[in-house]
């Protein structure tokens, strides 16, 4: 039975996501845990104007063949019975459980993937060009990776059977977690090791934005943390700290990921190498 239509998806997905930006975005001008080197003005235009252009892509998408969004495929999924959990008679709070989770870990790896294979990390550095970490940067990835994204998890939801109930809870703590675990803010040390025994912390996720490749390739996580532990790409801590740690990528130390133009434009220019 379809349980949510695509306009309350949208409707919850959006709410839910300017809920938590708009609470990380006061607790960054409360607590901000480092200052920030570049105008802020221009990098939320630009970071933001990204989102802009991501979202009229999806939805575009959606317009032309709703199963072409992950959705739009779990509607599809169910109202055909394909995929194993569409055939398994579970209850229903644990496959949705177990959906969010095996839905963490694809996203877990495929953010291994863009960082281990070149034609891809093309890709990606729009998002770790970002010269200062806050709220948006979360937001800042290249429309085409957002299209590659929205591939892989419409293949598994549909080879899986993953619910619309899953996939709306998995999208809806993707997108919060991602707000969340880039903000600019400065959690009490406590309060920050016992949330990243279970998931993403700001500080914890500070570390993959770190320009040292050793660093930039490790904490691939956007929500649990424990993916990282286990295959041990897990860094603690950066290794100049928090405060003195260099954000963004060598080669674009610079104003020009703060561009809009110039982050559209970045996969398909000449590759620079990487510390």
Sequence with gaps: MEILGEMSETTLRIGLFISIFVVMALLELL????????????RWLTNLALVGVNTFVVRFVALIAKPLVAFGAALYAQS??????????WPFWLEVLLCVVILDFLIWFQHLVFHKFPILWRLHQVHHADVDIDVTTGT?????????????????VLLLGISPVAVVIFEAILNGGATFNHANVALPKWLDQVLRLV?????????????????????YGFNLSIWDRIF???????????QQMTIGLTPFQSREPTQFLW?????????????
Excluded: C
């Design 31 to 42: 607590i901000p845990k480092r200052e920030l080197t570049a105008s802020k003005s221009h």
């Design 199 to 219: 998931i993403v912390t700001p500080d914890m996720h500070r570390v993959h934005h770190s320009v040292l490749r050793a660093e930039h390739d490790s904490n």
């Design 263 to 275: 982050s559209l434009r970045l996969p398909f220019a000449k590759m620079k190498g990487r510390e």
């Design 140 to 156: 800042r990835f290249h429309p085409v990776e957002i299209m590659l994204s929205m591939i892989w998890k419409v293949l598994w």
């Design 80 to 89: 055909h019975g394909w995929g194993l959990f569409n055939l398994a008679d």
């Design 232 to 242: 041990r790409t897990y860094t603690a801590q950066p290794s100049a700290g928090h």
